[in-house]
């Protein structure tokens, strides 16, 4: 019994059969959790429905190459989301970007680099639902941006720019081609971490792959390469769906190809995306609300794509938290920041 006094209803597993069985085409024969971020060999081209409104690393440049007698500051940088557009709202709910930023001693040039969506969080997070397909339509792809120069005003206006380590040119040479190898195989944003439950040693059962965590990466490729941490505090923005152990339903081809065994499966997946689109007036915004509240707090239901493949995700109170969570930099007790040692501040439930 949730706080909503509604009782998710088991016999609407039924609709999943092709789950229950086990064997449902595309899914992990045997299940870990968290499940590992899946990655590809190379980047696939983008398709040119999916359209930016606001271009991806318009600046952007290559990586280049310092000498190995360098030293570069390394800073944190944070900042809220679309803070361009609008200022320190995002930031009074916590929801704040992260990057890295540089500086070489021997010319004193600055760089940042981040990774972000391609198309925008909205697109990242739920689909299109096109006329002319069955499937929902992803336009889905996270990618690291690299440019010269630190916006000062940017990150220490409503965020932060702090120094957490220095480095040799050697050491930054060696994390470029990292970076090259983890942009290459690591293609797809992936909003939500999905845990069971708000405590801290709660399992995790898929863990989100956005800017932060690619800038926690970074952060424990450096240590690993020999760079050593200032001891301060790091708080990185999570949001986090709460729910019962996930059900496998297959990928694309399985649930909305043309052999796909269960039609009802597949017009449930549409049905419960459809109020996500963007709406047109406050009408259509209060009907997409109240069909969004019914699916996610009244049913317990949610659709997740992870990996290319579906999973449906029995949902438990408190149902969805945005949280400004602590995260050690790498050399402390917790060095190999482990996505279950976190602590929470800022809590917003929803």
């Known amino acids: 019994m949730g706080a909503s006094g509604a009782v998710w209803q088991p016999w609407r597993l039924l609709l999943l059969w092709p ?5 449902a085409a595309g899914c992990p024969q045997q299940l870990r959790w968290p499940v590992p ?47 361009f557009k609008y200022g320190d709202l995002l930031g009074h709910l916590r929801i704040m970007h992260d990057a890295v930023g540089f500086t070489s001693s ?29 499937a929902p339509f992803w336009c889905n792809q996270g990618a690291a941006c690299f440019y ?48 069971e439950s708000p405590e801290e040693q709660a399992r995790v059962w898929f ?23 200032k001891k301060i505090q790091t708080n990185y923005t ?15 081809t399985s649930i909305f190809g043309p052999q796909g065994s269960n039609k009802t499966l597949a017009m449930a997946i549409r049905d419960f995306y459809s109020p996500f689109k963007p709406y047109h007036s406050f009408k259509e915004f209060f009907i997409n609300f ?19 493949e579906y999973w449906f995700l029995p949902l438990k109170y408190p149902y969805v938290k ?7 930099l790498p050399g402390s007790s917790t060095s190999r920041l482990n996505p279950s040692q976190r602590t929470s501040a800022n809590a917003t439930l929803l």
Not at 19 to 23: D, E, K, S, V
Not at 238 to 252: K, R
Not at 322 to 328: D, K, L, S, T
Request: hydrophobic share 40%; net charge negative.
């Open 207 to 229: 863990e989100a792959y956005e800017c932060s965590k690619f800038v926690l990466r970074m952060y424990q490729k450096l240590a690993d390469l020999g760079a050593v941490f």
């Open 37 to 83: 971020y899946r990655r590809f060999d190379d980047r696939p081209p983008t398709d040119p429905y999916c359209q930016a409104r606001y271009t991806f690393c318009p600046t952007g440049s290559a990586i280049p190459i310092m000498s190995d007698k360098d030293v570069l500051e390394v800073y944190r940088l944070q900042a809220p989301v679309w803070e």
């Open 148 to 195: 010269e120069g630190i916006n000062d005003a940017h990150w220490k206006e409503n965020g932060s720019l702090v120094l957490v380590t220095t480095i040799s040119g050697a050491m930054f040479n060696q994390m470029a081609k990292w970076v090259k190898y983890d942009n290459r195989t690591g293609i797809y944003y992936e909003t939500w971490m999905v845990k």
């Open 19 to 23: 789950a229950l069985l086990g064997f």
């Open 106 to 134: 021997l010319t004193g040039r600055n760089y940042t680099m981040e990774w972000y969506e391609l198309f925008q969080l909205g697109n990242c997070t739920f689909p299109h639902l096109r006329p002319d397909r069955l």
């Open 322 to 328: 945005i949280a400004y969570e602590e995260i050690p």
């Open 290 to 308: 109240w069909r969004i509240f019914n699916e996610v707090i009244l049913k317990h239901e949610f659709y997740f794509f992870y990996n290319l």
């Open 238 to 252: 999570t949001l986090t769906l709460f729910s019962g152990e996930p059900i496998c339903l297959g990928n694309e």
